[in-house]
Each structure stands twice: as C-alpha cells, then as structure tokens.
C-alpha cells in the first residue's frame, strides 16, 4: 500500500536524478530530510494525502502546441481591464498572454532550469530573463511542515513570475494557471511573487483551470508583499478538472495600514489542499477573507488559513460557507493568532457549512491563540442542514422542494460573491458555483 | 484605572492546601518495569486477569511516544524517575474501619476540609479517600449497601466484585488509547468503584478526595462508574498535594457506564498543586476521562472546576452510543502565574437523536496559558444529533494567554452543530459601572468573573459550588468570593 514513506522515496530519487541542478537537489533534499506532512500533523488532519500516491513529481516540461491549445480551450472570456497572464504547467505562455506584457511583469528564469528544450520552441519566449530576487521570507511562526509544499515547489518550478507594483500605482491582472499535463507523467509547480508598493492598489484575480478531462497535479507558490497603505482584492478561483489533484501556498506578508480583500472560490479538482499563511505585520493592517468551498461527487477539499496579528490594531474579518453534497469532504481550519505585539488587535470568524449529501463531511475547525488581553475575538462556526423553517416559508409559498432547497443553497453562498464588483467576474463566479450545484436555478435570471 | 493591580493582588493568593502530612509510607523504589508492575498487582493480591491486563498495558506503553500536540510546555518527565507505588502504613493492609486509620491522615482530611469521618454525616456525602496510591476509607458503606449501591476502593472491588471489574474495566478507556492511560493501567494502586443497581436512585452524593502526600510518587488512580439501567448518581471528585519544588505525576483514569435511562452526572473540583510564581514545581495533570452512554436515554454529565495543577491535560469526554442519549460538559478553568492548561471535552455521537451541549469557560492570569480544545464529531448513523459549544475566555493582564482549538466533523447531513466563542478582557465598562456606584475594585472584579462562571457553577451540586468557589477566592477568583 503506498504510503507517506513512498512518496518520500519517489522524491528522494527524484532529487538524485542527474537532469536536477544541484542546487535544486539540495532544497528537495532539505524538504524531505525534514519529512511530508502526514494526518498525524494538526494542521494536515483533513488533507488527502493520498492523493501523493503514486504521484510523479517532475516538473512539466514547456508546453507544446497541443498543450497551449487544449489550455487556450479552458479559458473563460477575459476580464475587461485586466491584464491577462497565463501560464501552461507552471511556464508562462506569451501566446496566450496579454501582449505585451504589462512592465511590472517579470518572468524569472529559475537557474539552472529543469528542461533543455528551448522556450522559443513552445512560443513562448521570454520577455526578461534574470535570477530571481531573494525570496520573500516564511511566514514567521508558521510550523516548517506547513511550507514543505512550497518548498518543493522552489525544488521544482521551472520558472518564477514576479509581479511588482510601484509606489502608488494601480493595476488590474487575471492570472490564469492552467494544467494540462498528465499527472502519471509530471506536475505543474507554477509560482509567483508579487510584491505591491506603498499606496498601490492591485486588482488580481487568480484562476485555477484544468484543461478538459485530464488527470492533472499541480502545486502552486504565491509569495506576496503589500506595502503600506496599500490595497490588494485579491479573488482566487479554483475550478480545476474532477480528476485533478492540486495543492497550493499562499504567503502573505501586509504592512501599516495595508488593506487586503480575499474571495476564495473552491469548485474544482477531485482532491485540493489550500494552505494560506498570512502575516498582518503593520499597524492597522487589514485582512478580509471569505471563502465557498463547493463539493460533489467524492471531492475533498481542504483549507488552512492562518493569520497572524503582529502588528497594533491590525483587524480581521474571516468567513466561510461550504456545501457539500454527494460523498464530497470539505474542512476549513481558520487559525487566529494574535500576538502579544498586536495591542488592539480584532479578529471576527465565522465559519458555516451545510450537508447537502447523505454520505457528506464537513469539518470546521475555528481557532484562535491569543497572546494579549488588549484584543477584541470571537468565532462561531455551525455545520447542518438546510434551515427547515426557511424550507417551509418557501414550501407554503407555492415552491416545489427542489427549488426551495435551490434557492436555499444558493442563498447560502451568494453573499459571499455579490460584493465582487466587477459584473463579469461576478457572473462568472455565478456560473461556476451554478454548475457545481446543479441548480435548477437560472442563474441569468438573477442579474 | 485599569483593575491590573488588584487583580494581580488577587492573583497572587497562596495555595491553601501545601502542607505535608509526616506519615510513614510503604513505598516501592522508583522505575518501571515487569517486575514492578507484578509486584503492584501481587501488594494488591489481585487475581490473574488484572495481572495480565496490567502487564498487557506495560508493553504497549514501551512502544508509544507522549504525545505532544497539546499547547503545553513542560520539563521532559523521567518515568524511570518515579516510584509506582506508595501506601501510608496502616494497621493492616486495609483499614476495616476509620478507627483503623491512621489519626495524622484524619487530620490531614480534617484540613482538608473533607467530611471523611462518619460524625459527618450530615453533611449527607459518601466519601471513598485515597491518599497517594491507596484507598484509605470509604464512608457510608452500610447506608450504601441496604440501597444496593456498591460504592468501594477499587482494590476492594476488584476482590469482592471481580465479575464485574473483569466484565467492565478498560471497555470506556482501553488500555491502547494513549500514553498516560496506557500508562495508568500499567501501574494504577486504587481508586473508586461504584455500581449502581438498575432502577436505583443512589442515597446521597458520592465522593472521592485524591491527595499525594509522599514526595517522588505519581499518582495514578483509576474510577469506574456503573450505572445500570434507570439508575442515577452524582459523584463528586476532589483533589489537593504538598508544595514541592519537583513536579509530580498524576496521570488517572476515569471511566463511566451509563445504560438504558440511566444518569451519571461526575463533578470535579481538581486543586493540585499548581507551583509557585515563578512555576517551580507543581503537579503535571495528565487525565483520561470517558463516560460511555450506552443506553437508550442515558445522560452523562461533567462538571469541572480546575483551580490547581502545573499543567493540566484533560478532555472529559462523552460516547454518546444510546439513541437519544445526552452528554454534557461545564467547565471553568483557571491559569494563574504560569500554569497552563489544555482541556476541553469531546462528543462523539453515534446513536441517533443525541444531544450534546459544551460550555467553557477559561481564566487566563499573570503569565498563564489556557486552551480549550474540544471536538464534536457525528458519525454517519447519528441522525437528528444537536450539538451545541459556548467557549468563552477572559484575560487578566497583558501576559498571559487564551486559546481555543475547536474540531467540528459531521457525517450525518441531519445533524446540527453550533459552536460560538468569544475571547476578552474584564470591561473596562462594567468596572466605571460598578465603581460608580460605590463597589469596591476588588468586590466588582469578584462579581464580574462570578457571572462570567455562573453558568458552569449552578452545574455544581451544592456542596461542591461552596467549595469551588472558596477555591477561586485562593487562586484567581477570589474574585469570586
């Protein structure tokens, strides 16, 4: 039976694999020395492990014709005002891209990279090319196990995309990460930093597509900085393909009085693992995070988001909704931890998730750490049914069954996207929640 | 004004109960092996079962690791370091009636405040005392017998009853379930046994004080309850030691049975030693307590009070297996200087139509950590579950810290699970209000954290409120006074 132990072995000798720069070696010599998670880690209690059986870790190579134009074929409409950067199995595609790209876009060639095959032969041909700036730091208390994804990640992501804002400057981006490539072969280990200048606002929206049918694995970075008083709405969509497996790592680091706005959006993939790691470092730094997690069929989807008050008067605001039907397993594991330095410090979770599923799980763990008494906290969190007397108001008003428990369903996770500003990213949203619930909704009908 | 300095005042309160009792005690040398736990079992004439089951308990124990996801610090403990087994000297093996006991041990329960002596009976409570390892007396016992209840040391059980010790002894708690419960039914000396026949409404409270007196010992007892069908107890469970500058062990077991319409409602009002200010000394509290509601319409209830201990480790927990059965858990926890607390309960529901209700509440003061860690988890065949958790914190100072790490997991889509915490200092608010209307600072903190406790207090019986209240008038609440 393939085991934890399996997977380091698959990792082991992959990390001794001549075509691995040693450089590289090294970083998935140092993950695995300090060994993968498993299910007996708090914070990987709920996670599929599982789905790393088997798994081949090596990176994708770049992309050829057939794989751009399968991932072409994923992508929705683009975003009115956004500049568009797609990356094919953790490469960015010029072709598919914005052209040309926007200057705050960096591509970082990773040295010594993974694959001889020349960019130009995928058309995708690099705009800068240079080594990649230090890396941004681990979030600060967080347990080392929690980064070993994005560890191997650094190990094994061919290239770095590198956002950087300056001063006082706005922009708009929709990152689309596309995974085309089978994962009995290879993964996608797409990474990216972004760093916001002080007084900056960026508009980014994060998507996570699997192109067609295909078994995919993907494991993404995301390292980002917020200046001060700067603004990130940052919404995150993942709606990868039902045989997909995906693991992803945010990091997250805001400065005085920085403002932070997160969406999270979890419809896809047949097993996904999101694992946040936020920092509010500055004074009256900012964050607000909602999340809908939908699940179906045997779906598991797990999330961790753990933020970490540093700073004074820094303040957060969490919430999520999950509806899991069919055999489908959602978790959320929201961790505040309020250090002693966070003098006045506010943090508000409440966590909610219905069971739409007669074989269904949900499991919510709201945590909370708190190291000062100069704090204002609170969570509530509920895991049920459908609200039976709401069921009865709309049963008594004439509604079929099945459109009460649609409408109730989707009133249950619709407040969490009818702040999305931007019309057609909201629709979007719409319709992909829609077609998650199998609503009988019609989804048109209420714009 | 903030209150910071009458709270720390009141904080600062000495541990009333630190005395040593000079008593000659049997002990066996420190360490843990076989041979140990053989002799236990041999000094406690037991018969072979509970030999093997003591010996099956050593080895799985040699094979596990502590545990170490608690929010606990503590110093590395030498097991080898222990001694297993202390007795007072007595007379005989067992003293057959309080004139046997020893009259410094009397009077040690004397300062205790505990009505061990028959003269006491109006207080109206059975008390079984165990002093270190062993059993010293159990009250009432005649009174307790004409009802049908039997209510004995557990090594007394263990020969007079040893059908129903055998039938029910590690069913709640097994032996592999974790490290300090593995460990306990290694090397456990006594503890309590109570049986109470179906349909009977046990006489009065039943009562056990746990004391260590002698230095190097652990204490490790064990507590099986037995409610048959349609009967009903309330058992109430004290405890207190020396001031030590080592840190002693007490790792017990607790194990509750509670058939068809039967009730079992366990109080605790736990004031071990908790180390001076600067955290030398004090007991590690490492306990296992699990009630099994087997019946249909069973209710377990637990209600704690935990004032004392350097650590404590400790999740009173519910099996709720009966349809329709019900399992409780009211607790106020307090750290004070640097003690540090991880407890909570969990609630397994199994049965269907079970119901489930959480109320918590921690005290953190000058540089302690409390955390509440509780898990609700319905299984697939629990329809119509209900869970409700209330966890509430209050913080006394800019140093100290209050944690809560709840796990909800449903399988079944008709259950409901509700759960909802808040974490905050005493109001600066309620303070002007009081103050204003010419309340002392000391008379209104003691209000404010008397309310902030009194959904879990009124859970007490009578006799235990009193005393839990005067325990939080020595530690943090005198507020409470």
New interface residues.
């Given amino acids: 039976m393939p085991t934890a132990a399996a997977t380091s072995r698959r990792l082991e000798q992959l990390a001794t694999e001549a075509g691995l720069a040693p450089r590289r070696q090294a970083l998935l010599k140092a993950a695995l020395a300090a060994g993968l998670p498993t299910g007996r880690d ?1 914070n990987w209690r709920y996670a599929n492990l599982r789905a790393l059986d088997r798994q081949v870790f090596s990176a994708a190579a770049v992309p050829d014709a057939e794989a751009l134009q399968l991932a072409a074929a994923a992508l929705p409409a683009a975003l009115e005002g956004h500049a568009r950067l797609v990356v094919v199995d953790g490469w960015l595609s010029t072709e598919l891209s914005t052209t040309p790209l926007p200057a705050i876009v960096t591509r970082l060639e990773n040295e010594d990279a993974l694959s001889t095959t020349a960019l130009d032969d995928a058309g995708a041909s690099p705009t800068t090319t240079r080594t990649p700036a230090t890396p941004l730091r681990a979030a600060s208390g967080a347990p080392t196990v929690d980064l070993r994804f994005a560890q191997l990640n650094a190990a094994l992501a061919p290239q770095t995309l590198s956002i950087d804002l300056p001063y006082g400057s706005t922009a708009a981006v929709e990152l689309v990460f596309v995974a085309t490539a089978d994962a009995s072969h290879s993964a996608s280990h797409p990474a990216l930093q972004l760093r916001i200048g002080d007084g900056a606002r960026l508009d980014l929206v994060e998507r996570h597509l699997g192109a067609g049918a295909a078994a995919t694995f993907s494991n993404a970075d995301l390292r980002i900085e917020v200046g001060t008083q700067a603004r990130l709405r940052h919404t995150r969509l993942q709606q990868l393909g039902p045989r997909s497996k995906h693991f992803d790592t945010l990091r997250l680091r805001a400065h005085d009085g920085a403002e932070c706005e997160y969406l999270v959006v979890a419809a896809g993939a047949q097993s996904a693992r999101s694992t946040a790691l936020l920092e509010l470092l500055g004074r009256e730094a900012s964050l607000r995070w909602d999340a809908v997690s939908l699940g179906d069929r045997t779906q598991i989807n797990d999330a961790f988001v753990r933020v970490e008050h540093i700073g004074r008067g820094t303040r957060t605001r969490q919430a999520f909704r999950g509806i899991a039907a069919g055999r489908s397993r959602l978790a959320f594991n929201g961790h505040m931890i309020v250090r ?1 330095s966070a003098v006045g410090a506010a943090s508000d979770q409440s966590l909610k ?1 219905l ?31 459908l609200d039976e007397q709401m069921r009865f108001y709309l049963l008594s008003r004439g509604l079929d069954p099945a459109t009460a428990d649609a409408l109730l369903k989707w009133a249950f996770v619709e407040d969490m996207v009818a702040r999305i500003a931007l019309p057609a990213l909201r629709h979007q949203v719409e319709d992909v929640m829609a077609a998650q619930l199998h609503t009988v909704i019609d989804t048109a009908e209420l714009r | 004004m903030t209150g910071t300095a009458d709270i720390g005042k009141l904080v600062g309160q000495a541990y009333k109960h630190g005395f040593v009792t000079d008593i000659e005690s049997d002990s066996l040398p420190p360490g843990l092996d076989e041979d140990v736990v053989r002799q236990i079992s041999r000094i406690k004439r037991e018969p072979q079962f509970m030999t093997d089951w003591r010996l099956s308990a050593l080895r799985h124990w040699q094979t596990l690791v502590e545990p170490q ?1 608690a ?1 606990l610090r503590a110093h590395p403990v030498d097991f080898q370091a222990i001694s297993y087994y202390s007795a007072p000297k007595s007379k005989a093996n067992a003293p057959k009636s309080l004139d046997e006991v020893d009259p410094k041990l009397l009077a040690t329960y004397e300062k205790l405040g505990v009505p061990l002596h028959e003269r006491a009976r109006l207080a109206g409570v059975a008390v079984d005392a165990v002093f270190d390892s062993v059993s010293v007396a159990t009250t009432f016992k005649d009174r307790l017998e004409k009802a049908g209840v039997i209510f004995c040391s557990f090594s007394e059980a263990v020969q007079k009853h040893p059908e129903l010790v055998e039938k029910y002894l590690g069913t709640v708690v097994p032996y592999q379930d974790n490290f300090y419960a593995c460990l306990n039914s290694a090397v456990f000396s006594d503890g309590s046994f109570v049986y109470i026949p179906p349909g009977v409404r046990c006489p009065m409270e039943l009562s056990t004080y746990f004391r260590i007196n002698a230095t190097n010992t652990g204490q490790f007892e064990r507590t099986l309850i037995i409610a048959a069908p349609g009967s009903h107890v309330s058992y109430l469970e004290g405890c207190t030691a020396p001031m030590r500058d080592e840190n002693q062990l007490h790792a017990a077991v607790v194990e509750l049975i509670a058939e068809d319409d039967a009730q079992i409602k366990y109080s605790t009002v736990q004031n071990w030693y908790p180390g001076d200010e600067n955290g030398v000394g004090g007991i590690y509290n490492f306990v296992t307590k699990r009630g099994d509601c087997r019946g249909r319409n069973s209710r377990i209830s637990w209600t704690q009070v935990e004032t004392g201990s350097a650590i404590t480790w400790k999740y009173p927990s519910c099996v709720l297996r009966g349809e329709g059965s019900i399992g409780e858990f009211y607790s106020v926890a307090t750290a004070t200087n640097l003690q540090q607390a991880d407890t909570g309960t969990k609630m397994i529901h199994i049965g269907a139509n079970t119901r489930s209700t959480i109320v918590s509440k921690g005290i953190s003061a000058g540089r302690g950590q409390n955390a509440y860690r509780g898990l609700v988890r ?1 299984l ?1 065949g629990a329809h119509g579950a209900r869970n409700f958790t209330q966890c509430d ?1 209050l ?31 005493i109001s600066e608010d309620q303070l002007f209000y009081c103050l204003q209307r010419g309340i002392s600072e000391e008379d209104a903190i003691n209000m404010i954290v008397s309310g902030f406790c009194k959904s879990v207090f009124k859970e007490l019986p009578m006799e235990f409120a009193v005393e839990a209240q005067n325990l939080l008038a020595v530690s943090l609440e005198g507020a409470v006074g």
Wanted: glycine letters at 8%; proline letters at 7%.
């Fill in positions: 708090e002693d998730a069971l739409a599923g007669t074989e269904a799980e949900a499991d919510v763990r709201p945590q909370l750490e708190i190291y000062i008494d100069e704090v204002r906290a609170s969570h509530g969190a509920t895991v049920g049914k | 996801w929010h319905i697939p914190s913080l006394m100072g800019p140093k100290c810290g209050a944690h809560t790490f709840p796990y909800v997991e449903v399988k079944n889509p008709t259950a409901t699970v509700e759960h909802e915490a808040s974490t905050s200092k």
